[in-house]
């Protein structure tokens, strides 16, 4: 019995080393049983980020959580090729080798953008998707106008400004980021000590590339249904909540059946500055 039970492990083991080879563009790490969900962090972030969201959601038997962290972010070894194209060829493989019949797929800022993208392009994959504050084409925010010729220029002056600083200077930026994006001290100090652990060219290839792209008509492709998560505290210097929300119903116009809900006491990563408001939004979503 008992060589029965280390052959086990060590076949598991074997599998598990064969399973990571076919996707290096992301680790996954799985918790619980039952039907899947699949969450991406955001740039730079570990999955960490969302373990009180696996808590809440994978620890009584009803689902399994399948928690990305991407190719050089929070440690993770960088790859060569594209990052975000990668990812969403082997989270379409992955899913795919699983046999898994329409998982939830959570994504948070970049991680939203992949799922979008994934739903997008493989919509016949994705069962629901949660998307926690990112928009189809965040680099047209400010001028809804933009073409994408106009957008990949505006993209590759942020990469080439960004790619130019020293690592002083490179820091000194993530951590004004993270302060506008994060409310309290200690959730902060977690974010930021694991971004720095994360690759800079990759991270500032990550997001040029994200700010280059404009999915506004390609979420029409979406099957899904969609619950968009946005905030809008953090700007509210500069516009009222009304204008905030315009954006993203604007840019989510063309997706058929669209949820989008407001946050009103978090800022960008809702899952640390308001878990409870979240939490209820997916229950009923998912409900």
Known sequence: ML???????????????????????????????????????????????WDGTVA???????????????????????????????????????????????PVVMGHSLGGYVGMKLAADHPDQVGRLVIVDSLPALGATQVPTITREQLKQQA?????????????????????????????????????????????????D?????????????????????????TWVAYKNYAPKEAITAVYTTQYAKLPGVRVEMADNARHFIMYDDPAWMYDRIDNFLN
């Not at 399973?19 to 049983?33: E, M, Q």
């Not at 993270?178 to 974010?191: F, G, H, N, P, Y």
């Not at 930021?192 to 990759?202: E, F, H, M, V, Y």
């Open 3 to 49: 060589l029965k039970t280390i052959a086990a492990v060590a076949a598991t083991m074997i599998l598990g080393q064969a399973a990571a080879a076919d996707h290096p563009a992301f680790k996954v790490d799985v918790t619980g049983t039952g039907a899947p969900i699949i969450l991406i962090p955001g740039l730079g972030s570990p999955g960490s980020v």
């Open 206 to 230: 990550s997001m040029a590339e994200m700010m280059a792209a404009d999915l506004r008509d390609d979420v029409s492709r979406i099957k899904a249904p969609t619950l968009v998560m946005g």
């Open 156 to 204: 590759e002056g942020m990469r080439a400004n960004m790619k130019t600083q020293d690592a002083e200077t490179f820091k000194a930026g993530q951590l004004r980021t993270l302060q506008s994006m994060i409310t309290k001290q200690e959730d902060i100090d977690r974010v930021l000590a694991t971004s720095k652990q994360s690759d800079k060219d990759t991270v500032i």
């Open 56 to 102: 809440h959601y994978c620890g009584n038997g009803k689902h399994q959580c399948h928690v990305l962290t991407l190719a050089g972010f929070a440690g993770q070894p960088a790859i060569k090729e594209p990052l975000l194209p990668a990812v969403e060829q082997q989270l379409s493989a992955y899913i795919a080798n699983n046999k898994f019949d329409h």
